[in-house]
């Protein structure tokens, strides 16, 4: 027998395409669930507050360490913990784009602004078109990360 024959085999991170549903089976009963919509979302989440599910064949509220993945057999409190541990963007993003957007905004409007200001009027307060540029460019830059944040939650879904 070759060595790729008995090497175990890890199955892929991530599912080829997004499931909109999953079937967990209880460790109590055997019984099987099929778990979709919102409260598929809250489950694969490990961020999520919730610390049980329902088993559909016996009725029962239970603690994620008694449910599996039926086709990986994974405990669930296991799988949440697994995915608590991964990086929160998968390093699609780079930590250091966030504060350029934030900074890069600021200074240039408020450069822009002093710049107009005191040309426009020789009797303006210095510094005036400085604060306010950059009052206007943090909000802008602040907003824009608001709006990065939640343009790409996190699907936990995609993985197995």
């Not at 086709?71 to 296991?78: H, I, K, Q, Y």
């Not at 990086?87 to 934030?102: D, I, Q, T």
Request: proline letters at 8%; glycine letters at 10%; hydrophobic letters at 40%.
């Amino acid at each position: 027998m070759s060595q790729s024959e008995t090497a175990p085999t890890n199955p892929p991170l991530y599912f080829p395409t997004i499931p909109t549903s999953r079937e967990y089976v209880h460790a109590g009963c055997g019984g099987r669930t099929t778990i979709s919509g919102g409260d598929f979302l809250r489950l694969v989440n490990p961020r999520d507050q919730a610390t049980k599910t329902f088993c559909a064949a016996c009725g029962q509220l239970a603690t994620f360490d008694q449910f599996s993945w039926i086709d990986t057999g994974e405990n669930l409190a296991a799988y949440r913990q697994r995915l608590a541990t991964l990086p929160p963007h998968s390093g699609k993003r780079v930590w250091w784009v966030r504060p350029l957007v934030v900074i890069g905004p600021t200074l240039l409007l408020a450069l822009i602004l002093e710049i107009v200001m005191r040309f426009k009027s020789a009797n303006d307060r210095p510094g005036a078109g400085l604060q306010m540029g950059a009052m206007i460019g943090f909000l802008g830059g602040a907003g824009t990360v608001i709006l990065m944040n939640r343009a790409n939650p996190i699907d936990y879904r995609a993985y197995r």
